[in-house]
Every structure is written in C-alpha cells, then in structure tokens.
C-alpha cells in the first residue's frame, strides 16, 4: 500500500515539473526531460526528493543542476564582496575539466568595472575624473584593485603602479588633434595618445570592456597608429591591430614584482587553491623546453573593408 | 539483476536519439552510471563514456506581428510542426502572502521619474561631516556652545558623589552585568547610556523642571528638502529622542547667525554631495516628525545615539548631524509652515552619541529652512568628541612582565559626565 502511494506520488512529480510522460520509455532520466522542456533555470530549482532516487531506475535526482555558477549572476553592480562558491576544476557535469584547481583560502569576488569609460546614467558623455578612495589586495587576480569615487558612484578598477589615495585620475573617449600628455591611471582611447606610451588594460573592440594587458606588472606598447586603427605589441610581443577608439589606461599594472615572488613551499601553493601536478612520468611530446620562434602575424581586430568588397 | 539496466539502457539510448542530441545522452548516462549508490551500468561503449560536449543553443524562436502562431495549445498535446504554445502569467485573485511578488518599481503607485537621495540608519557617507554640512548647508565650530560649558563647570548643578556613582555605573555595564568573561559591545553599550540617563533623571527632585520630559524611542522621522535641484530626505527610526515641553534656546545670537551668510560650503569634486545615498524612485515627499500634532512634549531636546561597531566614528558624527537636522526640520516646519524662510527664532537640537568609551556631542541649531540655494544665512554645527574613560579592561595588560594597564576601570575622565549632564540640564536648569 505504501509502495502504490509512493508510485502514485511519483507519477505525481514527474506530472507536475512538466516533463513528459515516462510511463512506455522505463527508465529515464529525469534530467534530461527538464533539460529539454526547458524554462529558466529558477523554475526547477530546487532538485526533487532524492530518497527516492532509484526507484524503478527513475533518477529524480536533479544534483548537477547545483554545479552551474548561480552566484555569478547578479546584474545589478555593487562594490561589495560576493561570496564565491569554488569549482574544484569541475565542470557543470562534475567531472574534472582543469586539473590541478581546488582548495585554498576562501575568496570574495569584488566585481572589476573593466569598461573605464562608462559614464554615469544621467550625465552627459563627457571626460570625467575620479578620486582614489582605497587601493587594495584583490585574493581573485594578481593585480591590485582600487577603489575610485566620481559623481555618485563608486567602483572598482584595476589599479596602475603608482596609484595612491587621494589622487585624480581622468577617464575621456575623445580623440583630439593633438596627442594627449599621458599620465599614469588617465584612460584615453589609443588615438589620442601619444606613440610609444605603456598602456594597460586594453579594449580590443570599442566599448566592450578591457580585455587585454590585466596581470600584474604588465604593460603594452603603442606601436604606431595607421588610418583609424593602432597597433600595440602585447607583454608576449604579438602585435595586435585595434580600433583607434578603444580605450585603454596608461601606465603599468600595480603590484610589479608579482613574478618575483617566491613560494617557498609547497603548503603555499595549497593556500592559492593550486593543487599538485600528476606524478606521472609523461614523454615529453613536444610540448615541452623552450620554443624559438617567429612572431605569428599580426592579429587584427578591426574589420577592415576588403579588396572583394569593394569591386 | 545486472542484465535489466542494460537491455534498459539500449532500449534508451536509441529511444533518446530522437529525444535529444548525442552529447545530451553522454551526460545523462553518465549521471546514471555513477550513481548514489555506485556504478550501475557496466557497459563501456563510446555513447557512456563520451565528453560532455557544450550545449548547442536553442533554436531562436523568431515572432512575426501581424501572422498568427498556431499552437498545440487546443489540441492539448505535442503536435510536430506546430509552434510551442506561449501562455499568458497567470495572476491570482487570492492573496498569498508566502507567494507575493512585488510589482516592478515603474507600476508602484509612488513612482516618480525624479529619483530622490534617502539618508536612513543603514546609509554610511564616504565624506562624513563635509558631506553632511554641504547637505544641510551648514557651518562646523569645534567645541560646545559657552551656554553648556557654564552648566558643566557650574557646581550648583554636580551630583552628590557623581564620580563614584558614574565609575560605578561604567563597571556595570562592563563587567558587572553578565555571567560571561566580558560583555559585547551591543550589551554594554545601551546599559552604560541607560544608567548614566537614569542618573541624569533621579535630579527631578533638585530641577523640578525635568519632570517636563519624557524620553521615546523607536520612532519614524521624515524630512525631505531640496538642494538645488536634488531632493534629499532623511528617513527612518533614529535613536532616544528626549521630548520636552519647552523649546531650547538659542545658542548662537543674531550676529553670528548673519555672520555664517559669508561662509562657504566645501564641495569635494570630483564626488558629488549626494554620494552613498540612497537614490531611489519610489518615494513620498513628507516632512512628519514622528509624532501626533496634540503631542504633550512637542519639542524636541536631546537624540540619544548607540554605535555598536568598532570605528566608523566620522560616519557616527554624519548620521548625528543628518538626524538632528532632520528632527528640527520638521519641527520647524510644523511650528511656522513649510515656506521656505529664515528663522527668527532658531530651533536648537542636542545629540549624543556613544560606543561605550567615547562620547560625540553635537548641537544643531536651525536658522534657515531656505536650503535651495547655496548662499545666504546657514545653520550651526557644534561638536566634539571626548572619551568617558580610557580602559576598561577585564585581564590586565602586561608587556614583558610590566603591566601597561591594569585590569577595571583606568583613565576615567570626570569632564564627560559633566558635559553629558550639562546637556541633560540645559533648558531646564
């Protein structure tokens, strides 16, 4: 009798989530029906009484469901630190994707505004100052991360080398006549500044946020500037061509003897979330020592009109 | 026993073919082969043992207005080749509390398009004090008016033993009141301000006038006022109010109420004034004391404040500055009409604030409700900031076999309560 209830009950799930029936096909996963009677992914949250999970081989089981990053999404910005779940390597079946990641000190993220020029809603799209409030570790990347105050809001960014509190930094998207004056933390589009200038996080298409040049103690150069477009050499030495009108911060990333810090030990590795490499002795295939070769050509990123086109 | 899962599987396997893509079945097969209680399936053919390819997305669902979608919806069941039917949110006509969703802001009744900044007990200014003065268009003098500081020195006005019974009232509350090694701050905090307001009001029997207070807490201020173009309100429950019958009176005279028109108020660019501010659409512009109109105590004397966390003293002295204002706002706006206008007779408000060490005092006085613009008469701010003791320590602290500080009450300063009591006293005295 209780059998009959738990199998009415049963019938009475798999009804209600919305699947389909499952009664001809015998064993089928559950997941897979919710899957592809898809709604968004809050509606079928939270997983379905696994006690009773092998009944009649049907898994209700709706645990992988759990491995995808939901306390990623959040769309409205904030500087508070978000509490991070860590993945382990793992991917969103559970299986291990990336080899060597998990444990390590427990971490806030703290959202990077990476798209400097990004006025405030309401003001008009003009050059704009910040104010530094606080500069500080950031246990996500290798950079340090400042705090910058202007108009009515507050934001974090990626902090340049000799950024301290209380200073000014200038955001502006115009390209003018002259090459502007760089000065260290300013952002400006590339066709503004002057050749040869150090510049950090780079956009590579205008308006999408900085993408390239992060890491700490990194920086690229201004090569040359070439009818709309300009060229940069990144910190591994490829040559990239972008759009004039992607902007880009001057200086150097904070926190320069990054790569010259020692680990020491093994245990300090751990607090970084690296975990040990396989032990395994692999032949090497190639893949491994030092490689002396030529400069792959150069990338562009501006979708220039070509020759076929034209005609 | 072992041959059912996998004559189970196959059948599956060609029957979810059609079902969905065939990286969709390496997943699901791997979710049954290595289950709660173990792997059971032992097959090893490629389709289980595949890699979780990413999903393909689906299929973008293009809507045409003007052609009709016709869907499986009459038919009751999946029909191939008709459109998936789209069915409108259905709305309840109960109401469910444990399943209310809350309109969207642009559907409340109180949504304006003017966004307006909120000042409340959560809100932490970044600027403190200078953001405050800009916002109440004020002037900072350090120090207490003269009017208190006679009060404090005069002896007539001293508590029979006042130093034993504060020091004792201060044990109390931080060591004496718990069973526990030492109590936290959000224990001994309200108990030292409780004690040392209980032993500012056992003086009735010398001032009779006291007896015209009366101390209420938890309740609601509004005040909303517009600085240049901005609307500014300062909401919410704020602290102890101490109400009295009688009007305080002003602190500074005519001259310096005129004198404050030559200064100016500090701007910080490039950060706006109104910044930390809770910029928020749906609002009602009320200025309403708290209060009913027939209320017996309908001046407003003292604010009592608690600050149970360790620092953020400058944002303690803001949120002080920013409620008294708020309180005689709407005082004054009930006393002489929401008409914008200079003040004759200023309304003069005191605040105290404590963490249980240190003491901030403010007098706030109100000389003009015209706070559009930025020139002309401003209102005045007194402050400061004294300990009541230096430590108070449960274990001693000893360096290198010296003691640094020894353990109960050390440094006590017998100014503090005098100046607290001052602030008691005054206007009753």
Redesign the interface.
Known sequence: MAVSALSRAMRAITLTGGCKQVSS?????S??VA??SRAPAASLLPSFN?AV??WR?L?T?VC?EQNKTYWKVRDKYTIRPIGMKKTGGR???G?VRTHGIGGGHKQRHRIIDFQRLRYEPGNEPQP????I?EVRYDPCRSADIALV??????RWIIATENMEVGD?IKTSGVIGRMAVSAKEGDAHPLGALPVGTLINNLELFPGKGAKAIRAAGTSGVLLRKVSGTAIVQLPSKHQIQVSETCVATVGRVSNIDHNKRIIGKAGRNRWLGIRPSSGLWQRKGGWAGRKIRPLPPMKSYVNLPSVSAQT | MLKT?VH??S??TT??KH??VSN??G??L???RS???GNRLLSTSSSVCGK?LP?KKPREVVEISGLENISYAERMHFVPGLAKPIFSVWKPDFKDPFHYKSPKPEEMALYKDKSCYVFHQRTSL?EGVKQTLWLTKSKLIKGIPAQIMALADDPACQIENQDERVQNAIKHARFWDTTETRPPRERFCPTLLNSLLHLCGLQQFKHPALGERLLSRDYSLAASWHRGEDLIQVRGKNGMLLNSKSPLPAMADQEEVLSTADSFLET?????P??DLQ?INVYDVKTDTGFREDYAYPHAHTLFFTHLKDGFLEQLRAKMVMFAFGNALARARALYGPEPQVLEKPVVLQSVATNGRLFQFVVFQLNTTDLTTDNGVKNLVWMEEQPLYDFAKVRPLIKKKVVQVPAGLAGYHPDTFKKFLAFYLHGAV
């Not at chain 1, 704009?128 to 104010?131: A, G, H, Q």
């Not at chain 1, 105050?149 to 507050?154: H, L, T, V």
């Not at chain 2, 910080?268 to 706006?272: D, N």
Request: with cysteine; hydrophobic share 35%; glycine share 10%.
């Open positions: 096909q015998g064993l089928l996963c997941r897979v899957e592809s696994s999970s092998q081989g898994l089981t992988l991917d969103w079946t299986k704009f100052e910040e104010r409030v105050a202007g108009g009515n809001r507050k000014l | 899962p189970r599987c059948a599956i029957g979810l079902l969905c969709e079945s997943s699901c791997l979710m049954l289950g709660r209680h979780a999903r970044m910080f660019y490039p950060i706006a109104t910044i910029n």
